[in-house]
């Protein structure tokens, strides 16, 4: 008996496997809102600590060319954006700045709320040190998020790998 008649079938089912292998290995991965914050969170922390000495001193900030500042930041939220419209993060950072071998306790710290469109590159707003922090938290911020801008990270553990990050980097450094 010969079963000519399943060739069909055979080339039909490894032609519909073949398509489906190539139509789920080429698809986006879809990322969460948890995953879509955390990235933000990431991509803010890392231009703060790439900004120049003069945009950190148009926040009132000094940064000497001997110190490192390494930085961290939570996302509360993220407006969707477009191509031509980056999203926006709102959120809480805090840098710590210090010359090698600087213990963690002894860096200079600035932290606050930040806003933060998702551009490239990222433009960060931060309050100034030289004017009325409430009024300016008010001004940059949802007025759903204005108490937690005055409390701080949501997420402690943010602080705590900040000084891990800064204590193994920099205050281990000499």
Known sequence: MTAWW??????????????????VASAE?????AQLREDAATRIATTIEQSTSDEHAAHGHEVNPDERMLCTAEVWQ????????PGTAYGYYLCATGTPG??????RM???PIVARLGEPVQVTVTKLDEDFRAQVEVMMPAEFVDQAFRGFADPQRADSLRQRFE???????
């Open 168 to 174: 193994s980097q920099i205050s281990k450094a000499a």
């Open 6 to 23: 399943l060739v069909p079938e055979v080339l039909v089912l490894a032609l519909l496997t073949v398509g489906l292998y190539y139509s």
């Open 102 to 107: 600087t213990p963690y306790m002894l860096s």
């Open 110 to 112: 600035n932290a606050g």
């Open 78 to 85: 993220l407006s969707a954006g477009t191509p031509e419209q």
């Open 29 to 33: 991965p879809v990322l969460t809102e």
